[in-house]
């Protein structure tokens, strides 16, 4: 156990861009690369179908209001806005997709699609936290948490549980408000992964979960939100959603519990799925603070899978 936290505190201060950072959601390369690494996809097609390019092209032309809550709003940058219901729904979809700064992928133009958001009409709201558990952060959120009287989802990676049992065994206790979502083991990015290589990674941390929890775990979130057909349909072979966000505080990007707060009290709506990690003070210091002003509006904090049952 010793000599593994020292190897990951190695890890985070080479690998870090600032240094003392774990690189989270985004490599450590800081270099901005020209080839987007994410897909942005709002609600995924009812029944979780998959619908061919053009028929999400058609979900495109309905109002503002019911794409809202309908499936298959494809990346702003490919919508061509041909009438004026159209521009105003490619509008929306423009704005939705710069707040939630996911980059609009390619390549993927069939098949189910990964939740970034799930517009329910009944302001709820997806906490996620990855990257964990955390001995330090963990116990303290899991507390604070129930304190509010939220619930919240974890998507854990195998090293964390490995290393901070402790932490695992508190969270798999802390009861049904708290989902357990798989993010593989060594936070391997999925895509630069054989089909053997991605298994091992999701069957790892799989295992790892099944041994603190008698819970299935039923969503996944790849590293860095990286997928593509291959990652996918291993994951549906294995049962597992994958679940983005539309929300993201960078967090680990040592922003400031202000600025963390900011950015949910600006981007979040009916459904978002807001990214977080509990390795940071910040980030705990954050949530009680997101859920007094949100609950105060009338929002209540579900998981994920609570908020994608909510909306069927
Ligand atoms: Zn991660």
Known sequence: MRHYKILIC?????????????????????????????????RAPAGGGAKPAAARSSNENQSAKSTSAVAGVRPAKTVASKSATQNKTTAKSQTAVKSSRMKAGAGVTTGPRPISNWPTGKKLLALTYDDGPNSAITP?????????????????????????????????RAGSGFELGNHGVTHKQFTKLGEDGIRREMDGCNDLITSISSERTRVIRPPYGSWNTRVRDICETMGLKIILWDVDTNDWRRRTTDQIVNTVLKEARDGSIILMHDRFQTSLEATGRIIDVLGGQGYRFVTVSELIAAGN
């Open 10 to 42: 190695l890890f985070c201060a080479v690998a870090a861009p600032g240094g003392g950072l774990w690189p989270q959601q985004y490599p450590a390369a800081a270099t901005p690369t020209p080839k987007p690494r994410f897909q942005w996809f709002r």
């Open 140 to 172: 303290k959120l899991v507390r604070l948490l129930r304190q509010k009287n939220a619930h919240a989802t974890f998507f854990l990676l195998g090293e964390s549980i490995r290393a901070y049992p402790s932490a695992a065994g508190e969270l798999a």
